[in-house]
């Protein structure tokens, strides 16, 4: 509640869940009427659960098998991610500079070390990108 409370998400939204699970947070951003809401998973069984689940829910999240640290996110405007801390440091220094002015990151428990977060509530950050 607190991630969708905080990520503000709104019609012209490209959403990404980098490590999406079961892909139920990403639905319930796509619910929300963003543009484009996409899941990335690379564990194979959790991203069939997450591909059944989108099935039978009739979500318009995408759900999409792979490495998101090969994707380019230069036109995602939010990013969801719960990474643990050694994921997070790679995130702040591979992913995060290359994000737009204005992207935001709502990141689960982990911060980033050298970049300050907007919003601090409940073990969720906000960061968005000067």
């Keep these: 509640e607190i991630?969708?409370?905080?990520?503000g998400f709104g019609r012209g939204d490209f959403v990404c869940d980098l490590g999406c699970g079961d892909g139920s947070l990403i639905a319930m951003i796509a619910?929300?009427?963003?543009?484009?809401a996409v899941g990335y998973e690379f564990s194979i069984p959790t991203y069939?659960?997450?591909?059944?689940?989108?099935?039978l829910s009739g979500s318009k999240a995408e759900i999409k098998f792979g490495n998101f640290w090969k994707q380019d996110f230069s036109e995602v405007d939010v990013l969801v991610c719960f990474l643990l801390d050694h994921s997070m440091r790679s995130f702040e220094?591979?992913?995060?500079?290359?994000?737009?002015r204005g992207a935001?990151?709502?990141?689960?428990?982990?911060?980033?070390n050298f970049v300050e977060p907007e919003i601090?509530?409940?073990?969720?950050?906000?960061y968005r990108k000067k």
């Excluded at 619910?31 to 484009?36: A, C, P, S």
């Excluded at 935001?104 to 980033?112: E, G, H, L, P, T």
Aim: proline share 2%; hydrophobic share 40%; net charge positive.
């Design 3 to 7: 991630i969708l409370k905080l990520g």
């Design 31 to 36: 619910d929300r009427g963003v543009k484009k």
């Design 48 to 55: 069939l659960l997450a591909k059944v689940r989108k099935i």
């Design 93 to 100: 220094k591979n992913i995060w500079p290359k994000l737009h």
């Design 104 to 112: 935001r990151v709502i990141s689960n428990n982990f911060k980033m």
């Design 120 to 126: 601090y509530e409940n073990g969720i950050y906000l």
